[in-house]
C-alpha cells in the first residue's frame, strides 16, 4: 500500500511557502500547559502521596500507549491498522486526554510538519531545529504563523463525525470528567498528579522526545530530498512506546510497527495482542508499503554520527 494520506489531506495548490512565516506567543497553549505545570508543583506537593504517584504512572501509560501512539498516530494520522470504529473513538479520546489537542488539531499539528520535513526546506519551527531552549519556547508556548499556509482537509470521514467533532471542540474540558473520578477515588492529590503533573510531562516529554528524534540519534535510513531527517532515539523504546523509533517512522510513515528488530516497540506488542483477540487486523509492516525511490539504507548498526552524504548511500546489507 502506499502512504497516501498526508498528500490527499495538505494542498498546496494555492502556491504555499512552508519556509517564510513568524512564530508568536500563543495565549492557550502557553497557559494551558505553564497552568498544569503550576497546579502539579503546588497541589502535588501540599497533597503528595505515593497512590497518587502511581496513578499519575498508570493513566499516563493508558493514555499515552492506547491513546497517543495507537488512537491518534498509528490510527487516525497514519492508517495503518484497521478495527471497529468505537475502538477508534475509545482510542483517540484516550489520545485526547494526553492533552495536546483534539482529533483535529493533532492531525493538522503531525501532518504540516511531516509533510513540510520531507520538503527541501521549511521553517526552523517545523524542523525542530533553532536550538533546545528556543525550540522549548516555540513548541511549548508559540505558533507558527506561515504567511502562505497550504490548505489542510481533514478527511470526510473524520471530519463528519459528530463525535470527533464535539471531541474536538471540547479537547481541554474533557480533563474534567476524569479529574472528577479521580477527586472521588483519591481525592486532590490524585488529581493532581493524574491530571496536571501527567498533562505537564506527557506535553513536555511530546515534546523532548519530538526534539531529539530530529537532531541526533542513530539511523538505519535516509530519505534522499528531505529538508529533516528522523532519528531513532536508542534506549528510550519502552518509555516512549516505541515512538521513540522515529528514524524509522521517516523511512516507513504507514507502518504500525514502528521498532524493528530488536528495538522496543510496546505500541506495536498491545497491537498484536489486540489482533490474536480479533479487535484490530490488517496491520501494515514495513515489507506491506511499496517502495520509495527517495529511501535509501545505511549498512546495518552503524552509528550516523558524522554527516551523511547523500550523493555516497552505503551499501544495503
Ligand atoms: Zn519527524
Ligand atoms: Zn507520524
Not at 52 to 77: D, E, N, P, Q, Y
Not at 147 to 167: C, G, N, S
Not at 199 to 227: E, K, P, Q
Request: hydrophobic share 45%.
Amino acid at each position: 500500500m502506499t502512504d497516501t494520506g498526508l498528500h490527499t489531506r495538505i494542498d498546496f495548490a494555492g502556491g504555499a511557502d512552508l519556509v517564510l512565516g513568524v512564530v508568536g506567543w500563543s495565549p492557550q497553549k502557553s497557559l494551558w500547559w505553564s497552568g498544569m505545570l503550576i497546579g502539579w508543583i503546588v497541589a502535588g506537593t501540599i497533597w503528595f502521596s505515593w497512590s497518587a504517584v502511581l496513578v499519575f504512572i498508570l493513566v499516563s501509560a493508558v493514555t499515552l500507549c492506547l491513546g497517543h501512539s495507537l488512537g491518534m498516530h498509528r490510527k487516525l494520522i497514519h492508517e495503518s491498522f484497521d478495527c471497529a470504529p468505537w475502538l477508534e473513538r475509545v482510542l483517540v479520546y484516550l489520545g485526547t486526554l494526553v492533552g495536546l489537542g483534539g482529533p483535529f488539531g493533532m492531525m493538522v499539528m503531525h501532518d504540516m510538519r511531516d509533510w513540510a520535513q520531507r520538503q527541501r526546506a521549511c521553517h526552523p519551527f517545523l524542523s525542530h531545529q533553532s536550538g533546545i531552549a528556543r525550540d522549548f519556547w516555540w513548541q511549548l508556548h508559540c505558533k507558527l504563523h506561515l504567511d502562505q499556509p497550504p490548505e489542510y482537509r481533514v478527511p470526510d470521514r473524520i471530519a463528519q463525525d459528530r463525535f470527533y467533532r464535539f471531541v474536538e471542540w471540547s479537547w481541554m474540558a474533557q480533563q474534567l470528567p476524569l479529574a472528577l473520578l479521580l477527586f472521588a477515588l483519591g481525592g486532590v492529590g490524585w488529581v493532581a498528579w493524574g491530571i496536571c503533573g501527567r498533562v505537564t510531562v506527557s506535553v513536555f516529554g511530546h515534546w523532548l522526545i519530538g526534539y531529539f528524534a530530529h537532531n541526533d540519534g542513530h539511523r538505519d535510513w535516509h530519505v534522499r530530498g528531505a529538508a529533516v531527517q528522523g532519528f531513532n532515539i536508542r534506549g528510550f523504546g519502552l518509555l516512549t512506546f516505541g515512538e521513540c523509533w522515529h528514524n524509522n517512522h521517516h523511512a516507513f510513515p504507514s507502518s504500525a510497527r514502528l521498532g524493528h528488530a530488536g528495538q522496543m516497540d510496546p505500541g506495536w506488542w498491545v497491537l498484536k495482542a489486540l489482533e490474536r483477540i480479533g479487535l484490530v487486523r490488517n496491520l501494515n509492516q514495513p515489507e506491506d508499503l511499496d517502495e520509495r525511490p527517495e529511501l535509501e539504507r545505511f549498512s546495518r548498526g552503524s552509528d550516523q554520527t558524522q554527516p551523511f552524504d547523500p550523493r555516497s548511500p552505503q551499501p544495503d546489507t
